[in-house]
């Protein structure tokens, strides 16, 4: 299984597209890593995780075949997660050699988001898209991939972390989320899954959050991490990184690193590969 993360920041990028802070033009001095598009991820080069509006630029990035693509996994309804007007050139004349569908996976209220953008789309569009409803503990196979909708704490929207699976590799890709809900802890021992990769929500890096709220920090995964090891969830070969960061809580790539480690965690940015 490969792993790539194309973008890592949250909604307002890093540095934010309108902000002046000394975190964001540091950001622009430095460049490189310090530069962080919104969150999306690809598995091998058939499964999307998120549509963001940076999706394009993504491709172009990282020299994807999104053509390629044959499963869509939407974690929630967020804009900086789910720009459904991308879809629009999907088929039909901006893809006429475009043939098989995509089949996208997320909660009802992303499938209303959705619906809402379907007027504006081509029927030669529309053939293309299949959108599969997905309730939080649904298990579904796409392809070889064996998935399960875990619920996120996100606030009042209905929002999925998602496990998946692929032969003998398991990852958990968690975001947008706070602390884990009894409910998904109770879940992963109870079904006694030992993961080879988890990516962590940390948006808040290292600003205090409160574990009730809808993302996470160092402290916060660091205790999430502890409580996953006790359970038997994460081993010694378990792979950890954080994700999604918010330009307010300095994601400067070198500081967050150094943070990062002491808790035993590694750092994402724009265009990691992992081959899992």
Not at 40 to 66: C, F, G, S, W
Not at 124 to 134: P, T
Request: proline share 3%; charged share 25%.
């Amino acid at each position: 299984m490969k792993f790539k993360y194309l973008g890592t920041a949250a909604a307002e990028g890093f540095p934010a597209v309108f902000c002046d802070c000394e975190y964001c033009k540091e950001a622009r001095k430095r460049k490189g890593k310090n530069i962080r598009t919104r969150s999306q991820a690809i598995i091998n080069q058939d499964l999307l995780i998120d549509l963001p509006a940076d999706t394009y630029m993504h491709a172009l990035n990282n020299e994807l075949e999104l053509f390629k693509v044959k499963y869509l996994l939407i974690t929630h309804e967020h804009g900086d997660h789910f720009y459904p007007q991308e879809l629009n050139v999907r088929g039909h004349w901006c893809a006429p050699n475009l043939k098989e569908k995509i089949i996208i996976i997320g909660s009802e209220t992303v499938y209303q988001k959705y619906l809402k953008f379907t007027d504006t789309m081509s029927q030669g569009v529309r053939d293309l898209i299949e959108f599969r409803v997905v309730n939080a503990f649904d298990k579904f196979t796409l392809g070889d991939y064996e998935i399960v909708a875990l619920p996120a704490r996100h606030g009042s929207m209905t929002g999925f972390i998602y496990q998946i699976e692929q032969g003998e590799k398991k990852i958990l890709y968690a975001h947008d989320t706070g602390f884990f809900l009894d409910s998904v802890l109770d879940w992963i021992k109870e079904k006694g899954v030992k993961y080879d990769f988890i990516s962590f929500d940390c948006t808040n890096v290292d600003l205090p959050i409160e574990d009730f709220s809808t993302h996470m920090g160092l402290d916060n995964v660091e205790r999430l991490t502890k409580r996953l090891k006790d359970m038997g969830a994460i081993h010694s070969k378990t792979i950890l990184y954080v994700n999604h960061f918010s330009h307010n809580a300095n994601p400067l790539h070198e500081e967050l690193c150094e943070n990062a480690e002491k808790r035993g965690l590694k750092v994402s940015y724009d265009g990691l590969e992992l081959d899992l």
